[in-house]
Every structure is written in structure tokens, then in C-alpha cells.
């Protein structure tokens, strides 16, 4: 059973490799035919770590990365490895947006990245209070591509 991680616990580890933000990507497939796949894909070939995490592959490897349950446990994961999670991009259906956002707020992520059509005000205001950036509506890949890092990339 996996213990939850503090942000205080956490924050003063580093965020970034090669100077680039770690990204959980929370409903990554292991299909390399869904949008989860081929952004994560993306964003690992441009250099970012991706950390994966979907509990129906759980234990399984997508794009050379092991696949955790939860972003508690890929959290934990990373503190171990003296790494902390930086940006929560979010393949989930809007309504099951706000269980991610606690998890984010409780690892002490700075972003929560919620890809196209991927909306939810009240969980985005929750982000804000607690301090992290949210960008709702987007594809992490998208914006990349076009060089928009809007703060976070």
C-alpha cells in the first residue's frame, strides 16, 4: 500500500531534468493509437521524463516507464529517485477531473494540464487556491509544437 507523500516533503526536490519539467501523464494508454500515447510520446522524443500513470496498466511498462496507480505512488516513486513530479496532464474525462486535481495539490505539482475539451472550473479554482497553474483545454503536444510554454514548458 502506498503512503502519501507530503508536498513539504517534496518540494525542495528537483522538478526538472535537463532542465525540462517531469510530466505525469494520468490516463496514458498503452495503444499507441490513442492521444495519450502519441502526445506522450511526443513530449518524451522532445526530452521530457513522462511518468505514467493509469491503474489499468499499473505495474506495466508504456514508453520505456513504469506504470503507477496513482500520482501518489509515481510521486513517491520519483522521491526516490530524488525527483519530483512538475505538470499533471490529464486523459480523463472532465468529470473525473477533481480526485486528479487533490492529487496534484497533495504531491505539490505546479501544473495541472488538462488536454482538449478537458474542462472543469470548480477543480481548476481548487488548483488556483492551492497555488498551482492550471491550463484547461489544451494539448500539451499542440502548444509545444507552436512554442507556446505558457509558463509551465
Known sequence: MSSAVAPSSTSS??????????IAVVGLSNRPERASFD???YMQAAGYRIVAVNPMYAGQTILGE????????????LAGEGLRIAIVDCFRKSADIPPVVEEAIAIGAD????????VHEEAAARARAAGLKVIMDKC?????????????L
Do not use: F, N, R, Y
Not at 13 to 22: A, N
Not at 66 to 77: D, E, P, R, Y
Open 66 to 77: 513504469h506504470c503507477h496507480v496513482s500520482l501518489v505512488q509515481a510521486s513517491a516513486a
Open 140 to 152: 500539451i503536444k499542440i502548444e509545444h509544437a507552436m512554442g507556446q510554454s505558457h509558463g509551465v
Open 111 to 118: 501544473c495541472v494540464w488538462m488536454q482538449l475539451d478537458i
Open 13 to 22: 526536490l528537483p522538478s526538472h531534468v535537463h532542465g525540462k519539467p517531469i
Open 39 to 41: 502526445v506522450a510520446a
